[in-house]
């Protein structure tokens, strides 16, 4: 597979308008950026959301909740306000710190095209979703990070909602070090990713991945790794071919869990040969769970994200005799068969694995057409913001295998203190930003291409009855999603900085002096002078 940096030709871009107007969503305040048919949530700078358990990761009460410019200002029962405040009654439900994603792909330029969400639209679904804040992933141009950073910039003006970037690194030499300074100290940038697969694109090798790991370790910025092996993944990619298979059946043939386990392994002895926090992101097998489930009781700082369609899908439909239906489940790593997925939320109610992200990466089903004679060429890529807070309640709470704090934990909390933004975000605490939802856990939702608020034509969750439902999402202290309306507008969202040497630093400058204490090297050696 080929990525490359796109200009669309002029009959694409119009076939993308055209995609966009005709899947213009009732209700849906904003799509195509109409201002005008735009309220901006709640007029008043003042909520009381009364009367409902309000659920940290580590505590759940029944209180109200104040919030005053944004900010949330006390956190108390019976809470006494003026006629100013719009008070929300919250009485027989959850009320939640909003979710963070820590995977997701808007406006990227992929395989040749770009995805159909961009930082509106799917910022817009992440919302209806009871999504808060998201990390997008900025892709350099030509290797480099800063023209990325200043590309995505641009891109992310259109934001409704906060937001953060991590940074991927394509290629190694001494600017790109030096722009990685420059993320992390300037730009609030405190995660860079690392691409083992995508041969001739975005892969990179051991050598380069050793200078990385040492890079990050001194900036105090984590590594991030998606972990496939690319040489192989090509030579499975020419077998398949070779064997006839160019449907998409031949993509997960291509790429099975053993080579996401061996990538991950390797990752992983990497990251302890130079002893730094290590973060393998969307976590698809059991192969690579089990890896690291090993690091991790060893006592080495690894951690495992899984995302949505992994934890609920499996394979099976991408053998589907209608290439439509099976194109739209092909991203990478692939969704794979039948109980990798069980044994992935079982790690996940353990700990081995500690936060859930998406992966959002939306084609429509025009732009996955591209691959209709190879599979190769289909753009690698599911949906996901908008359905995931709902997914994961219904399979890992409704299903008793996490508790309410536990979700909250794994959808919100975890990502905030991994990536240092907490309690600034992932907690309803006093003096953390109002981006709170309310959830009602005898309500449900029917997940469906015709109602999400994504602008691709297609939902790998399509038909899911899930029960519990965001009845409401607050984002910055505005009220944004309400009785199934939609009220955002372009440009409201925040970039949030996120600073270096985040908890999973804590003693690795120990664990460093332990190991030259070790070493009893060198050794003093007398030459033989007869």
């Known amino acids: 597979m080929t990525l490359i940096h796109f200009t669309f030709p002029l ?19 904003g799509v195509g950026y109409g201002d005008s048919e735009c309220g901006i949530g709640s007029s008043s700078s003042k909520l009381l959301i009364k009367g409902g358990t309000v659920v940290n990761a580590h505590h759940q009460e029944i209180a109200d909740v104040y919030v005053e410019d944004g900010i949330i200002v006390s956190l108390q029962p019976n809470i006494m306000v003026g006629d100013d405040v719009t008070v929300l009654d919250a009485t027989g439900k959850y009320v939640m710190p909003g979710g963070i994603d ?9 395989m040749g095209t770009e995805t159909i969400d961009d930082f509106f639209s799917g910022q817009a679904a992440a919302l209806a979703g009871g999504t808060t ?13 800063t023209a990325g950073f200043e590309s995505y910039t641009q891109k992310a003006k259109k ?16 600017v790109v070090a030096r722009d990685m ?30 200078e990385a790991f040492k890079k990050c370790k001194s900036l105090g910025a984590l590594t991030m790794v998606h972990a496939e092996n690319g040489d192989a993944v090509a030579e499975g990619q020419k077998r398949m071919i070779e064997l006839g298979i160019t449907g998409p059946e031949g993509h997960p043939l291509s790429r099975p869990p ?21 973060y393998i992101v969307h976590v698809m097998s059991i192969d690579a769970m089990e890896e690291i489930a090993k690091a991790q009781k060893l006592g080495q700082k690894v951690i495992g994200e899984p995302v949505t369609s992994g934890l609920v899908l499996d394979d099976s439909k991408l053998w589907d005799p209608d290439f439509t239906t099976a194109a739209k489940y092909v991203m990478s790593p692939p969704i794979r068969k039948l109980g990798h997925g069980k044994a992935l939320q079982a790690a996940l109610s353990t700990g081995v694995l500690q936060l859930v992200g998406t992966d959002h990466c939306t084609f429509n089903s025009t732009q996955k057409a591209f691959g209709i004679d190879d599979f190769r060429k289909i753009p690698n890529g599911v949906n996901g913001i908008e359905e995931r807070m709902h997914v994961v309640w219904d399979l890992m709470v409704e299903s008793g295998q996490i508790s309410v704090t536990d979700y909250v934990r794994i959808t919100s909390t975890e990502c905030a203190r991994i990536f240092n933004i907490y309690p600034r975000k992932g907690a309803i605490l006093a003096g953390s930003d109002a981006d709170i939802i309310i959830l009602n856990p005898n309500s449900s939702v029917q997940i469906s291409a015709k109602s999400h608020h994504s602008r691709t034509d297609t939902n ?17 202290g505005r009220v944004v999603w309400e009785n199934d309306e939609l009220k955002v507008i372009p440009g409201s969202g925040r970039y949030i900085k996120m600073s270096p040497f985040n908890y999973l630093f804590n003693g690795i400058s120990k664990a460093d002096a332990a190991y030259l204490s070790s070493l009893k090297a060198p050794v003093r050696r007398f030459r033989d002078q007869s």
């Open 181 to 210: 300074e420059i993320m992390v100290k300037d730009k609030g940038i405190n995660s860079f990713k690392f691409f083992l697969a995508y041969k001739g694109s975005l892969m990179i090798n051991d050598e380069l991945l050793l």
């Open 460 to 476: 790998v969750y399509e038909g899911l009855k899930l029960k519990g439902k965001v009845e409401v999402t607050i984002a910055g």
């Open 102 to 110: 820590p995977h997701t792909h808007l406006a990227m330029e992929f």
């Open 159 to 174: 934001s409704c909602m906060d937001y953060g970037f991590h940074m991927a690194v394509t290629k190694w030499d001494e």
């Open 133 to 145: 804040m998201h990390i997008d992933f900025v892709i350099p141009v030509n290797g480099s990070l």
């Open 11 to 29: 009959f694409f871009l119009l076939l993308q308008i055209s995609t966009i107007k005709s899947h213009s969503i009732p209700g849906f305040c």
């Open 258 to 278: 053993v080579l996401e386990g061996e990538a991950t392994a390797r990752a992983i002895r990497l990251a302890g040969f130079i002893n730094t926090p290590l």
